[in-house]
């Protein structure tokens, strides 16, 4: 068993269970529908990635607060990732783009090279769909933010990726070039 911010995550066999736990410090009636709603926003949100050519675990049953999905057999991306992996990812976080889905918690710990050499995204819990410049650079930022805390090759890395967003995503250079503003911004600069 797996406790995660907002959700208890259980393993079993071929399966993953992904509850949403309660929030004791909420109004019962709001914390029942925050729960629901992001359980049923989630479960679209992997559904509609899916639609569109992303890798995601098979949502095989939806209730009030919890997902039943396929268990991904394979290593973290952060455990492999090289430059033809980062790559991928790249192209993977472009049709996401693409399709105004946001991840919302893109690192490499929510990325799966699967056994079958096939890249899967996990964990949508914080992902919504919106279109803006910033939700991208965002979603951007904080992928390449988990590339430089745990991966010496960290450039390289990152120009694979860059190399990998730009050929399925059109609009590619405005939201990198967001990117760039946002590390500027006073909580993510490195402090002397």
Do not use: W
């Not at 079993?12 to 926003?41: C, H």
């Amino acid at each position: 068993m797996i406790q995660c911010a907002e959700a208890i995550v259980e393993i079993k066999d071929r399966l993953v269970y992904k509850r949403r736990v309660e929030k004791r410090y909420r109004i019962k009636e709001i914390d029942e529908r925050i729960r629901r709603e992001r359980t049923k926003s989630e479960a679209k949100i992997i559904s509609e990635a899916r639609r569109k050519g992303v890798p995601t675990p098979i949502i095989f049953d939806i209730s009030d607060y919890e997902l039943v999905m396929e268990r991904i057999e394979g290593d973290l991306a952060r455990e492999v990732i090289n430059d033809a992996i980062s790559e991928r990812i790249g192209e993977l976080v472009g049709i996401l783009h693409k399709n105004g889905l946001i991840h919302g918690d893109l690192t490499t710990s929510n990325i799966i090279v699967g056994r079958d050499d096939i890249i899967y995204f996990i964990d949508f819990g914080l992902s919504f769909i919106e279109s803006s410049t910033e939700a991208r650079g965002v979603d951007v930022h904080v992928f390449l933010q988990s590339l430089g805390g745990t991966h010496e090759s960290y450039e390289q890395l990152k120009e694979s990726f860059i190399k990998g967003y730009r050929k399925t995503f059109t609009n590619a250079s405005q939201v990198l070039k967001r990117v760039t503003e946002i590390e500027q911004r006073g909580r993510y600069v490195k402090r002397k």
